[in-house]
């Protein structure tokens, strides 16, 4: 099994592009998985049963491993099995039908407006690369996308006399997400002349492309914004999937109906959606706290300007 494990050690780092951190994560929780197997018998990953993984569970529960150390642990092992599959060492994936072990979710980080405001104003709009850098901020804030469905926009999914783009998110689902007006118009600047400097006589079907050419990688994105959140000053940790946080959650504390923000995330389950109405009932309660003692103006200071640029930036909604 360890010649399997080198091969999705190898993937996880170079497809995936996951960190050092969770990777070596990965490679320990795997080898506890696997010495457990051979205590059992088990030296063949064809012969892993789904009752093998669930009695792997309850060991690292009697070692009274917290809920998500499991669920880490599954998760790398399912990781594993499916990429057996799909490299079809195996025929089947044992960890299918098992249900990751269920701990008390955090409420996601996200920017204030003003904080927001300071990221989009970071860039350099006097060149092209800066033009770029704009453009993918205001659409990334304005849409909620996920950092792979913003790096993988090809030229024609963004519709911007309509005001939509299309989205592909996670197996292979495509979805019609709006564009702001502000977004619409950083994007038809950048494609008025600021790309075509930074392609010069190359070609390129993505929509946000690096002075190479090429496409943006995930990576590549995430370096970026971490180089506009310091020159923003923000100080608290940012990620790509924070600016996402940021988008629903300013939408949802706006008023904005939760289905409609969940089609505009990709969410499957509206359970999913649903943690934002938290993150709602927790700023509405710090906002009714800073506000006068008898509850005058629980919308806070800044609150009707701040619902107009949210409106702006998230089409309209």
Same mark, same amino acid.
């Given at each position: 099994?360890?010649?399997?494990?080198?091969? #999705?050690?190898? #993937?996880?780092?170079?497809?995936?592009?996951?960190?050092?951190?969770?990777?070596?994560? @990965?490679?320990?929780?795997?080898?506890?998985?696997?010495? /457990?197997?051979?205590?059992?018998?088990?030296?063949?990953?064809?012969?892993?049963?789904?009752?093998?993984?669930?009695?792997?569970?309850?060991?690292?529960?009697?070692?009274?491993?917290?809920?998500?150390?499991?669920?880490?642990?599954?998760?790398?092992?399912?990781?594993?099995?499916? #990429?057996?599959?799909?490299?079809?060492?195996?025929?089947?994936?044992?960890?299918?039908?098992?249900?990751?072990?269920?701990?008390?979710?955090?409420?996601?980080?996200?920017?204030?407006?003003?904080?927001?405001?300071?990221?989009?104003?970071?860039?350099?709009?006097?060149?092209?690369?800066?033009?770029?850098?704009?453009?993918?901020?205001?659409?990334?804030?304005?849409?909620?996308?996920?950092?792979?469905?913003?790096?993988?926009?090809?030229?024609? /999914?963004?519709?911007?006399?309509?005001?939509?783009?299309?989205?592909?998110?996670?197996?292979?689902?495509?979805?019609?997400?709006?564009?702001?007006?502000?977004?619409?118009?950083?994007?038809?600047? @950048?494609?008025?002349?600021?790309?075509?400097?930074?392609?010069?006589?190359?070609?390129?079907?993505?929509? #946000?492309?690096?002075?190479?050419?090429?496409?943006?990688?995930?990576?590549?994105?995430?370096?970026?914004?971490?180089?506009?959140?310091?020159?923003?000053?923000?100080?608290?940790?940012?990620?790509?999937?924070?600016?996402?946080?940021?988008?629903?959650?300013?939408?949802?504390?706006?008023?904005?109906?939760?289905?409609?923000?969940?089609?505009?995330?990709?969410?499957?389950?509206?359970?999913?959606?649903?943690?934002?109405?938290?993150?709602?009932?927790?700023?509405?309660?710090?906002?009714?706290?800073?506000?006068?003692?008898?509850?005058?103006?629980?919308?806070?200071?800044?609150?009707?300007?701040?619902?107009?640029?949210?409106?702006?930036?998230?089409?309209?909604?």
């Amino acid at each position: 099994m360890e010649g399997y494990l080198d091969a #999705f050690i190898a #993937f996880i780092r170079a497809e995936r592009g996951l960190s050092g951190k969770t990777v070596d994560a @990965y490679a320990a929780d795997l080898a506890v998985y696997f010495a /457990d197997l051979k205590r059992k018998g088990i030296i063949d990953v064809v012969r892993v049963q789904p009752d093998d993984i669930t009695g792997h569970l309850t060991t690292l529960n009697t070692r009274r491993l917290s809920r998500r150390s499991q669920a880490r642990h599954l998760a790398a092992i399912r990781g594993f099995h499916r #990429f057996l599959v799909a490299e079809k060492y195996v025929e089947k994936d044992p960890t299918e039908d098992i249900d990751t072990p269920r701990s008390a979710r955090k409420l996601p980080v996200f920017l204030t407006l003003e904080e927001v405001e300071q990221l989009l104003a970071a860039p350099d709009e006097r060149t092209p690369v800066g033009m770029r850098d704009k453009a993918m901020l205001e659409v990334l804030y304005a849409t909620g996308l996920r950092v792979s469905e913003l790096v993988g926009l090809g030229i024609n /999914d963004i519709q911007l006399g309509a005001g939509y783009l299309v989205a592909k998110g996670k197996g292979s689902k495509e979805r019609i997400v709006p564009v702001g007006s502000i977004a619409a118009e950083k994007v038809q600047s @950048y494609l008025a002349g600021p790309r075509q400097l930074l392609l010069g006589e190359r070609e390129s079907k993505a929509l #946000f492309i690096t002075p190479r050419g090429d496409g943006f990688t995930r990576q590549g994105f995430w370096k970026l914004l971490k180089r506009y959140a310091l020159k923003a000053g923000i100080r608290k940790p940012l990620s790509p999937h924070k600016l996402r946080h940021s988008f629903a959650t300013h939408l949802v504390e706006r008023g904005a109906d939760l289905r409609a923000v969940q089609a505009m995330l990709g969410h499957a389950d509206l359970a999913t959606t649903q943690i934002y109405t938290h993150v709602n009932s927790v700023r509405l309660r710090a906002v009714y706290d800073n506000a006068h003692p008898r509850g005058d103006d629980v919308r806070g200071r800044g609150g009707a300007l701040g619902s107009r640029v949210a409106r702006k930036r998230a089409g309209g909604t």
